[in-house]
């Protein structure tokens, strides 16, 4: 049998695995305190466990790390990573610096599915979910980078390569370990889980207790515009995406961020840009927007607008009440799109 790695345990489903083996509920903190307050991987130097205790956990148990397989370092600090999962898998994760504090953006699969037309992480379809353990260790690694600096992950977006409610059970597990007190106490939020659109996903979401935020990838006002770049929309369009996010704010009144990617001559002229605004007025959305440019692929073939037309979008959506702004565009000078790092290194690019 494989070991089991306890990066991958929120602490409660440790703490019920520890008692059904007869020892005792408080072992649980005390091996977060090492693993992450401590950030001792070795079980060897867990003083305070027993040595009978700590032959258990080297026998079934591991604390297995992904490997850095390449890092690329940009000039606004933005620093990439290609990490090696266990069985040979690379992923991407990026940290992104903001006055407010360093966003680790986090991959939740191996390549995607979703087959958005603007998107790099598609050249690769999705060859597995990641764990939630595999998950940590892309803030984790990002973390004993940061240490050098003196510094730490305050921020996760769930918005890498995958589609996050496509691996809906092993996300969760994720999230709830970041947000733990006894973990990385990451607090919920400052944690953003992203979709596409996958209506069942926002429903189930909507259900949980933890006070995460949700962002939906919507880049278009309607239908026809979507269904060309996100085959998503096809399987759940407007009407029911819609129906969605309004089920997610009743549960727990949390506000929803659109994402919202401007393609020259796509969906950045003023006519979708009211239509936007009528689209989350009329549906009383509590809504905040997005704006990204699209950071070019050229096998892609979408072009940026100008920064004039950029600007007229936003301020056009702020004039009709719209909270808008414009993201911050990071490591321009690396391979800054989502997934376009680990397609160059798979030949793709």
């Known amino acids: ?123 690769l379809k999705r060859d597995r979910n990641l764990t939630a353990a595999e998950m940590v260790g892309e803030v984790l690694i990002l973390n004993q980078i940061l240490a050098e600096e003196g510094e730490n992950v305050s921020h996760i977006v769930v918005m890498g390569t995958g589609e996050p409610f496509d691996n809906y059970e ?6 709830h370990i970041m947000n733990d007190p006894f973990a990385l106490a990451i607090g919920a939020r400052h944690i953003t889980v992203s979709t596409c659109g996958l209506v069942p996903g926002i429903m189930k979401y909507a259900e949980e207790t933890i006070q995460i935020n949700l962002a939906i990838s919507l880049h278009a006002p309607n239908d026809k515009i979507r269904n060309q770049i996100m085959p998503v929309s096809r399987a759940y369009p407007m009407d029911k995406l819609i129906e969605a996010i309004k089920y997610y704010e009743e549960k727990g009144g949390r506000r929803v961020t659109f994402e919202y990617i401007l393609i020259a001559g796509l969906n ?73 790092l680990r397609a160059k290194v798979e030949g793709k690019l």
């Open 170 to 175: 092993n996300v969760m597990r994720f999230v």
């Open 268 to 340: 950045d002229s003023m006519k979708e840009a009211d239509e936007l605004a009528k689209l989350i007025h009329d549906n009383h959305i509590y809504a905040y927007v997005n704006l990204i440019p699209v950071n070019p692929v050229k096998e892609k073939g979408f072009l940026r607008p100008s920064e004039k037309a950029i600007h007229a979008f936003h301020d056009r959506l702020m004039k009709a009440g719209v909270n808008t702004t414009v993201r911050k565009e990071f490591g321009t000078d690396i391979d800054g799109a989502c997934g376009q």
């Open 1 to 123: 049998m494989p070991k089991k790695n306890l990066f991958g345990y929120p602490i409660q489903e440790l703490q019920d695995e520890l008692v059904a083996r007869g020892e005792s509920k408080f072992r649980a903190k005390q091996l977060f305190e090492w693993i992450y307050g401590k950030k001792v991987y070795d079980f060897d130097a867990m003083t305070n466990v027993s040595k009978a205790f700590r032959e258990v956990l080297k026998d079934e148990y591991c604390l297995e790390l992904p490997k850095l397989y390449t890092r690329q370092d940009a000039k606004d600090g933005t620093i990439k990573l290609l990490l090696e999962m266990e069985d040979g898998s690379k992923v991407e994760t990026v940290l992104m610096r903001y006055n407010y504090g360093n966003v680790c953006c986090v991959s939740s699969q191996v390549g995607c599915n979703m087959g958005c037309a603007f998107c790099a992480s598609g050249l």
